[in-house]
């Protein structure tokens, strides 16, 4: 499917995964929304509108039901429709289960995974009618196998996962795909908290024996929304370090 002409919401998008993602698709010429709780850099904006496209901030907090159906209004007035929504904002709040509170708990869940139904939901009204749109939902390996100290956030990218297959379900018959990303371990602000002991051990445990980089995902993602024919699915992009029989 080309991307060219296109209009894509790229959710967190201020730093890491979210940032690469959105500069992906500016220079596969998709016109791009950026958010992030705080406001969006001019120059950040400019540095996407080099690619010749067009390029808007939309501040708010995915986890705000209402923000939401705001943000996605505004994608709409900003570039005209929403073709693509890349629901990729999300936080760690890592504690080992014996220390994590109720509210380190329901923090995870309520930004992860419904802020993903929160942004679906609204999204998913104007994709219906346009019959046509392309979903895809930042899970995590995490999700997939579970993670020491990641109770909070490994339930969150599990539950994503389910979401996203249900939703494929629903809205097949729409011209609508949704899949899912599950990275592995990837150079950003979320994982530099590591300690060098932590990325050493993870490191043994991934094949390609290295973390990835956030165009790693970014590649994904151009994949995932340039292929109409598949839904439902969980694209692994970890060096290996998840492996299906
Ligand atoms: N890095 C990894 O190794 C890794 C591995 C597996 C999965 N992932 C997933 O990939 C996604 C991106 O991760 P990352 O490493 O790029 O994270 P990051 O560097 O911490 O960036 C997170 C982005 O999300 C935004 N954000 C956080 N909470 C938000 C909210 N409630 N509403 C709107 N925006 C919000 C942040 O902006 P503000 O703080 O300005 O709001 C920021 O732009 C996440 O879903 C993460 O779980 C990452």
Redesign the pocket.
């Known amino acids: 499917m080309e991307l060219k002409g296109k209009n894509v919401f790229v959710?967190?998008?201020?730093?890491?995964?979210?940032?690469a993602v959105a500069q992906a698709f500016a220079k596969a010429g998709a016109n791009v929304a950026l958010?992030?709780?705080?406001e969006i850099s001019s120059d950040q904006i400019s540095e996407l509108e080099s690619f010749g496209v067009k390029c808007i901030g939309v501040s708010?907090?995915?986890?705000n039901f209402e923000s939401a159906g705001e943000m996605i209004q505004a994608v709409v007035d900003g570039l005209g429709s929403i073709d693509i929504l890349i629901?990729?904002?999300?936080?760690?709040n890592d504690k080992l289960m014996l220390r994590m509170s109720e509210e380190d708990f329901t923090r995870c869940i309520q930004?992860?995974l419904t802020?993903t139904f929160n942004m679906t939901q609204h999204a998913i009204k104007r994709m219906m009618k346009q019959r046509s749109g392309t979903i895809i939902n930042?899970?995590?390996?995490?999700g997939l196998i579970g993670n020491i100290g990641q109770a909070n956030?490994a339930a969150s990218?599990a539950g994503v996962i389910g979401f996203t297959k249900s939703v494929a379900r629903e809205v097949a018959a729409r011209g609508i795909t949704c899949n899912a990303i599950?990275?592995?371990?990837?150079?950003?602000?979320?994982?530099e908290v590591l300690s060098d002991k932590v990325k050493e051990q993870m490191n043994q445990q991934i094949p390609l024996q290295t973390?990835?980089q956030?165009e790693d995902?970014a590649n994904a993602a151009i994949f995932l929304a340039s292929s109409p024919y598949i839904t439902g699915q969980v694209l692994n992009v970890d060096g290996g370090l998840v492996m299906h029989g």
Do not use: H, L, Q, W
């Open positions: 959710t967190g998008s201020t730093r890491g995964i979210g940032k958010n992030g709780r705080g708010g907090d995915i986890a629901n990729n904002a999300g936080i760690t930004i992860n802020g930042m899970s995590s390996v995490s956030y990218k599950a990275p592995g371990f990837i150079e950003t602000e979320m994982t973390f990835g956030v995902i």
